[in-house]
């Protein structure tokens, strides 16, 4: 993207952004989860939970997420570095969602919980495993939870692994969509949506968060040329609105996400949505739709 177009840009991207009714998209959102709680490591690690299982449609995983943390209790940071296979077995007990098996979920749980008794916070793990790659580091952070977690004795006592590497990927390959939308709710703010209880990371630093409905909306804005959800393209995203805001480029996810999420901004275009859409005068794609 061109310095000219992105001056063109900023101001209807920073409008948008402060015009979307985002109170009511929170509750359609797994971020609603970690907000429920006021202890930062009680946030992070509820928030890592709900990232992880954050796949699929949203009034299907909400109640496996909350499921678990009612189980947890009123400070689930305690009670996962207190937690042992056979507490996670009794928890877990019949959880099936999608991809995952109680095993799955047992791995994370139980990494997370080895992590903070080891680190003290899922934040400073995070820190001991910085480099200079992004990716290199998510990767790092997720083969360290998984790392911690006793597995052979969780697939002994709860069954075989079947979606744990969806569940918690190792961000080598693919976008890693669900550990950079972790990193946006923790670095990010502290603001009406994201946190920022991770005071160790710049949000200059972060990656957006790339699914589908942010890749087709990038594509019709033009921060990025590419086909594909991958790394290259959420970098290519990124470094186009790092040219709006280079301090907090991610700042613009949450809205863009939940515009497609919402059917405001659907694969198909509808006429009466591009006439009152915004951002409709640098759209490639609506400013052909006849409205």
Partial sequence: MSARRAALLRPLLDGFVESRPWRDRLLADPIEFPHRYDDPRDIETVALLSASLAYGRADLFKPKIAGILDGLGPHPANALAALDVTGARALLDGFVYRFNLPSDVAVLLLGMGATLQRHGSLEAAFLAGRTASWQATLATFAHGL???????????????????????????????????????????GADEIDFGVWKGVSPADLIIPLDTHVMRISR???????????????????????????????RYDFALCHYGMSGACPVKPVPANCARCPLRSQCTVGRRVKA
């Fill in 146 to 188: 998984r790392d911690a977690a006793p597995e052979k004795e969780i697939i002994r006592k709860l069954g075989p692994t079947r979606g744990l590497h969806h569940l918690l990927p190792f961000a080598e390959a693919g976008a890693a969509k669900r550990l950079n939308l972790y990193l946006r709710w923790m670095v990010r």
């Fill in 220 to 250: 019709w804005l033009g921060f990025t040329t590419r086909n594909t959800i991958g790394w290259a393209t959420a970098e290519e995203v990124t470094a186009s609105l790092r040219l709006l805001d280079p301090a907090d480029p991610v």
